[in-house]
């Protein structure tokens, strides 16, 4: 059975993940993709108060579950597209070490500073100043096979644009050049 393959979309929260997502579900044509989304995993966890350190420990094992999900999910055959947010150092290695990086498009979801601040105070559901705290964490290792600017495209423009690219995936793929300058020669720091 061939490995599926994984439409990854990283950027900060509000940054228009989801909605290309959503918009990737509706053009693509050439397999069967599902929408995994960390918020979503992040939805089915108990709604009981936690302290401190156990939702700190929860969330990481809901984020180290969530990877291995994907991981799931493409080896049984299945197409992806991911929605994440790689904020923490962390993150980003945990992936490299559980994704087949050759399945991998890796796609930068950009939005400006001043816009993230905007959808998010029209969202309503995230802390204020959420996105924009994310914003030099989540790009900081540099390396996509694609970008999107959704200030400057729409979803369905960007989710058009990553149909066309996706079957001209590099190689390799940002997923192995990252896997190769973290996990292989020993440099641990994104």
Same mark, same amino acid.
């Given at each position: 059975?061939?490995?599926?393959? /994984? /439409?990854?979309?990283?950027?900060?929260?509000?940054?228009?993940?989801?909605?290309?997502?959503?918009?990737?579900?509706?053009? +693509?044509?050439?397999?069967?993709?599902?929408?995994?989304?960390?918020?979503?995993?992040?939805?089915?966890?108990?709604?009981?108060?936690?302290?401190?350190?156990?939702?700190?420990?929860?969330?990481?094992?809901?984020?180290?579950?969530?990877?291995?999900? /994907?991981?799931?999910?493409?080896?049984?055959?299945?197409?992806?597209?991911?929605?994440?947010?790689?904020?923490?150092?962390?993150?980003?290695?945990?992936?490299?070490?559980?994704?087949?990086?050759?399945?991998?498009?890796?796609?930068?979801?950009?939005?400006?500073p001043d816009?993230?601040?905007? $959808?998010?105070?029209?969202?309503?559901?995230?802390?204020?100043?959420?996105?924009?705290?994310?914003?030099?964490?989540?790009?900081?290792?540099?390396?996509?096979? +694609?970008?999107?600017?959704?200030?400057?495209?729409?979803? $369905?423009?960007c989710a058009?644009? /990553?149909?066309?690219?996706?079957?001209?995936?590099?190689?390799?793929?940002?997923?192995?050049?990252? $896997?190769?300058?973290?996990?292989?020669?020993?440099?641990?720091?994104?």
């Amino acid at each position: 059975m061939a490995t599926g393959r /994984i /439409i990854f979309l990283n950027g900060t929260s509000s940054s228009g993940k989801s909605s290309i997502a959503r918009e990737l579900l509706d053009v +693509l044509d050439d397999g069967v993709f599902f929408h995994l989304a960390v918020d979503g995993f992040n939805a089915m966890r108990t709604k009981r108060e936690l302290g401190e350190a156990e939702l700190a420990a929860a969330l990481r094992r809901t984020r180290e579950g969530f990877h291995r999900s /994907i991981a799931a999910m493409a080896s049984a055959g299945n197409d992806v597209v991911v929605d994440h947010v790689l904020s923490e150092e962390w993150r980003l290695l945990d992936c490299l070490a559980v994704l087949p990086p050759e399945d991998v498009l890796f796609v930068g979801v950009h939005c400006p500073p001043d816009e993230l601040a905007r $959808r998010e105070r029209d969202r309503g559901d995230r802390p204020p100043g959420l996105a924009v705290h994310q914003y030099g964490l989540v790009h900081r290792h540099g390396d996509y096979d +694609l970008e999107c600017d959704t200030a400057a495209a729409s979803p $369905r423009a960007c989710a058009e644009r /990553i149909k066309e690219f996706l079957p001209r995936r590099p190689t390799p793929t940002a997923f192995s050049r990252l $896997r190769e300058r973290y996990l292989t020669d020993g440099r641990h720091a994104v």
